[in-house]
């Protein structure tokens, strides 16, 4: 089946440093990539995603490039700030038949930001 | 895009009773999920729910005790059953669409059970 894993957290970083979150999958076929935020109290945005090998995804300043001979989606930001703090979801799905399966979810990463 | 209406927004609620949970989108969607997250967990599926089929559960997870209507194209509930201090989490509807590729969220109903 399928599998998403990321590093565990909390990552504590200080304002403007670089960001890095690891994230492999395992998929039995060729699936989509997403990452999800979900601030304090907050619902799951997307973030940013991925359709193929190759892809870069990017969306306020966040990136994450679709590395199929790693099966890698790594999240990284050149500059982090305190409103970045937040919990970080890697997310894999698959097509079906009758539109995209359910999506499979990583543990999640504890971002905090300090000033 | 799709906007997903999701209430309640968070109930308290006492062991042995049940709740349920509304999900409203604002178009008309193929597939419907529901997650779970525990507290500081991530979220596990518990079920999918396409209109004019029974729901299709993932391992784990019952139709006794999370059964699950979706009577239309825009719209499913969960209903979580017999509830104990256990099912204390979040639950999150989610929808997918056959043009899409991305999923939508509900804001999401946290459940405390005393």
């Known amino acids: 089946g399928n599998s998403v894993t990321q590093m565990e957290g909390p990552v504590t970083l200080s304002e403007e440093a670089f960001l890095t979150i690891n994230c492999t999958y395992t998929a039995t076929g060729y699936p989509s990539l997403f990452w999800y935020v979900q601030y304090p109290g907050e619902g799951l945005q997307l973030l940013l995603k991925?359709?193929?090998?190759?892809d870069k995804g990017s969306n306020k300043g966040f990136e994450a490039t679709y590395r199929k001979e790693t099966t890698s989606f790594h999240l990284e930001k050149g500059s982090v700030q305190v409103s970045d703090s937040a919990v970080y979801f890697c997310?894999?799905?698959?097509?079906?038949?009758?539109?995209?399966?359910?999506?499979?979810f990583g543990s999640g990463t504890r971002l905090q930001v300090q000033p | 895009s799709a906007v997903i209406s999701q209430k309640p927004s968070r109930d308290i609620c006492q062991r042995g009773t049940s709740l349920t949970i509304q999900c409203q989108v604002d178009s008309q969607v193929t597939m419907m999920f529901w997650y779970r997250q525990q507290p500081g967990q991530s979220l596990t599926l518990i079920a999918t729910a396409n209109q004019g089929s029974e729901a299709t559960y993932e391992s784990g997870f019952v139709i006794d005790k999370f059964p699950i209507s979706r009577p239309n194209l825009t719209f499913s509930t969960l209903t979580v059953s017999n509830m104990s201090p256990e099912d204390s989490s979040i639950y999150l509807c989610?929808?997918?669409?056959?043009?899409?590729?991305?999923?939508?969220f509900g804001q999401g109903t946290r459940l405390t059970v005393v």
């Open positions: 989610s929808t997918s669409s056959g043009q899409n590729t991305e999923a939508f």
């Open positions: 997310a894999l799905s698959e097509g079906g038949r009758t539109g995209r399966r359910a999506l499979t």
């Open positions: 991925a359709t193929k090998a190759d």
